[in-house]
């Protein structure tokens, strides 16, 4: 039996706390063994695992990793992941971190040698690719014919923008705390072109920047014969649209990549058909469900497959938002990596 145990009490867990725990419960040979926080988060650790029957509480990392976790899920602030990672990985665990895997594609890079290296199993919680639904689109993708546009747009008003218009800066909207909008919400959209199409020829950002950050921001990137158009806002509101045409007709989604619902495909001259293949109680369980199955089965090829969609959306996130003048503490500690974590 291996055992799990989740850095971070935020809102994410406890959001995925309880379909996590009851699927883990009723369908796999892996037990939610600990949850771990920090000081000051102590109460919410131990209310979280007597309501979810988790068995070991911690509020010291370090502490965490000499106990007998297997896998460690890391849920907690961007700027924090390459540190939490590397200090996981060198306890020989298994380490699935909430997006974006890190700050910088430098850093994601040192995780993934030394996650191959070491033979451990590291992966970005990443929804969209793993959606039933995108996995459609991939399906659909061929009938379309050469693909020639795609557009995307996922823009929702952060319920901390009023806060941070006022001078409170929360983790999301911080550069030191490598936020924004580009490495947040554009991030999904980027999984999906890039599932879709891998590397672009070119690309360039163009953020609408307050005080260092990109509260909202376009990034268009160029495939030769193909444009997209991703676009991403947490300072104002607008409809989800996805929309992939091509020469013998066109796909349609109007949920954000992260959910990635329904997908109307329509061809040329013929009838739209819809189809909806997410069936599942969380939109989070289906990664979930592959990263455990493949940790059991060994599967170390799909999971380094996925290593690999993930430093490369990571590697143009990188480059675009250095390019458009937004800069993170992390960009400073490049040259130090090595030293400071040797592989």
Do not use: W
Not at 14 to 42: M, N, Q, V, W
Not at 214 to 226: A, K, N, W
Not at 240 to 253: A, F, P
């Amino acid at each position: 039996m291996m055992k799990l145990g989740i850095v971070g009490t935020g809102q994410i867990v406890k959001e995925f706390l309880p379909y996590l725990t009851d699927y883990l419960t009723t369908e796999t040979s892996i037990t939610c063994h600990a949850l771990c926080g920090t000081l000051r988060s102590k109460e919410t650790i131990n209310a979280l695992c007597n309501q979810y029957d988790i068995k070991e509480a911690y509020s010291d990392y370090e502490q965490f990793l000499r106990s007998q976790v297997d896998i460690v899920y890391i849920a907690i602030p961007n700027h924090l992941h390459f540190e939490f990672c590397i200090k996981a990985m060198k306890a020989n665990k298994h380490v699935i971190v909430e997006k974006p895997m890190t700050s910088t594609y430098e850093e994601a890079s040192l995780l993934a040698s030394y996650a191959k290296e070491h033979k451990l199993f590291f992966y970005e919680a990443i929804s969209t690719r793993y959606l039933p639904n995108y996995k459609k689109i991939k399906e659909l993708l061929p009938l379309l014919g050469e693909i020639k546009m795609i557009e995307c747009n996922f823009s929702q008003y952060s319920s901390r923008y009023d806060a941070f218009l006022a001078g409170s800066v929360a983790p999301v909207f911080d550069p030191r705390k490598s936020g924004g909008t580009l490495i947040d919400l554009n991030l999904y959209n980027l999984h999906y072109i890039i599932g879709l199409l891998g590397e672009p020829n070119a690309y360039v950002y163009q953020p609408n920047l307050d005080r260092g950050i990109d509260t909202s921001g376009v990034l268009t990137m160029d495939y030769g014969h193909c444009k997209a158009v991703s676009i991403a806002a947490k300072d104002c509101f607008a409809p989800n649209h996805y929309v992939i045409s091509g020469t013998n007709g066109y796909i349609t989604q109007d949920t954000p990549a992260n959910s990635c619902g329904a997908v109307t495909y329509k061809a040329n001259k013929k009838e739209a058909l819809t189809y909806d293949e997410n069936h599942c109680k969380h939109r989070m369980l289906p990664e979930f469900k592959t990263f455990f199955h493949e940790i059991l089965t060994s599967d170390y090829t799909s999971c380094y497959n996925a290593l690999e969609e993930s430093l490369l959306v990571n590697k143009v996130i990188t480059t675009a938002r250095r390019e458009a003048g937004i800069y993170f503490p992390a960009d400073e500690k490049i040259l130090s990596l090595t030293t400071i974590c040797p592989l």
